[in-house]
Nanobody, 121 residues
């Protein structure tokens, strides 16, 4: 599975962005999907995940109430709606797919290339 993340860019504090993660030539309907992020000099961390059965979601405490993960009906694209962005949200955001993965990075099988989000104060 090849994943393509997009939608990052510069934004001011309090603004919004929507990230997309698309699979090339393949449906994502049987995969759990996750978003992770890595800020400069820091380790990659979990942001949000959505299961393929029931579309159950989970969020990191730092983004709960501000970010929302969703997947489209055709299960080909997963989104991360990010609202009320803060400078601390500045990072490269990666999407991932896996049959076992949920909140644990090591459980994902496929990764996108990342898209940079820069939040200025």
């Amino acid at each position: 599975v090849q994943l393509q993340a997009s939608g990052g860019g510069p934004v001011q504090t309090g603004g919004s962005l929507r990230l997309s993660c698309a699979a090339s030539g393949r449906t994502l309907s049987r995969y759990n999907m996750g978003w992770f992020r890595q800020a400069p000099g820091q380790e990659r961390e979990f942001v949000a995940a959505i299961t393929w059965i029931g579309s159950t979601t989970s969020y990191a405490d730092s983004v709960k109430g501000r970010f929302s993960i969703s997947r489209d009906n055709a299960k080909t694209t997963v989104y991360l709606q990010m609202n009320r962005l803060e400078p601390e949200d500045t990072a490269v955001y990666y999407c991932a797919a896996g049959t076992r993965g949920y909140t644990i990075m090591g459980e994902y099988d496929y990764w996108g290339q990342g898209t940079l989000v820069t939040v200025s104060s």
